[in-house]
């Protein structure tokens, strides 16, 4: 019996600024529905590899592939319509637009409707921006213009927007970053239970360790760009190497990190 092939394969990636190594060959793969955190300090290489599986960035070296097809290098409109979503840490809506609006630009912009966007928002798929907002929890909002959110419900929305192109992959970069600790649970809680539903692969970055070793099945762990660990929660919560590195930066989840304590 053959294992199914990888939703989303790196191999090799590598991006230098100057004589700074960004990302060093990082490689791993991720399979539909699983949930894969990516950790590491400030200046870890993160959001370079982020932004060079989205392509925002162009790797140096190294290859990414989508369901077997090659996606290293393309545009980043030409990756969202392969089936790749994003959401971002500091978030992006129209604040003058409702809520459904917003959603009704994603997906007007996934069925390539946006030269009558304008005129025909109003009608445009109003039945499945009102089922994306109810799987979020934000039906109840459609009508709001956006700047009168707090800031939960408009991750909330993001998460929404993301969905809207019916994605095979979700990058999530920081998702909980500036919310309250309940509103991050119930984030990502639902995010988990979205992607596991609709077996959506989902490569998320995030900073609160009660958030990755809850939700994360995998974890991968960058320090300098390079890739120092992999495995389960367990497995890299007992790495050696990771508590060695990571100890006294808050990136260990020991009883310290459960008591709030900064290292």
Not at 14 to 39: D, M, N, P
Not at 60 to 77: F, H, N, S, V, Y
Not at 127 to 153: F, N, T
Not at 187 to 206: D, H, N, P, Y
């Amino acid at each position: 019996m053959t294992s199914a092939p990888a939703l989303l394969s790196v191999q090799g990636l590598t991006k230098s600024y100057g004589g700074v190594h960004a990302v060093r060959g990082v490689s791993f793969a991720l399979q539909r529905g699983e949930i894969l955190a990516l950790i590491g300090p400030n200046g870890a290489g993160k959001s370079t590899c982020f932004d060079m599986l989205n392509g925002q960035k162009i790797p140096d070296g190294g290859r990414t592939t989508l369901l077997g097809e090659d996606t290293t290098g393309r545009a980043p409109r030409e990756i969202w319509r392969l089936g790749v979503g994003r959401t971002f840490q500091i978030t992006a809506t129209f604040p003058t637009m409702t809520v459904r609006e917003n959603v009704q630009v994603a997906l007007a912009s996934h069925r390539r409707q946006l030269f009558n966007l304008w005129s025909s928002t109003p009608r445009l798929a109003r039945e499945e921006s009102g089922r994306l907002l109810e799987l979020v929890g934000m039906s109840g909002y459609a009508d709001r213009p956006c700047g009168e959110l707090a800031y939960g419900d408009l991750k909330r929305l993001e998460l929404a927007v993301a969905l809207a192109n019916q994605p095979k992959l979700l990058l999530m970069d920081e998702p909980t970053a500036g919310m309250a600790p309940r509103e991050r649970i119930e984030l990502m809680r639902l995010t988990a239970r979205i992607a596991r539903e609709q077996s959506i692969g989902v490569l998320f970055t995030e900073h609160d360790m009660d958030v990755v070793f809850e939700h994360a099945d995998r974890i991968l762990v960058l320090n300098r760009g390079s890739l120092i660990a992999e495995g389960t929660p367990a497995e890299v919560r007992a790495n050696p190497q990771v508590r060695a590195v990571y100890l006294g930066d808050g990136l260990v989840y020991d009883a310290r990190h459960r008591e709030g304590a900064s290292a």
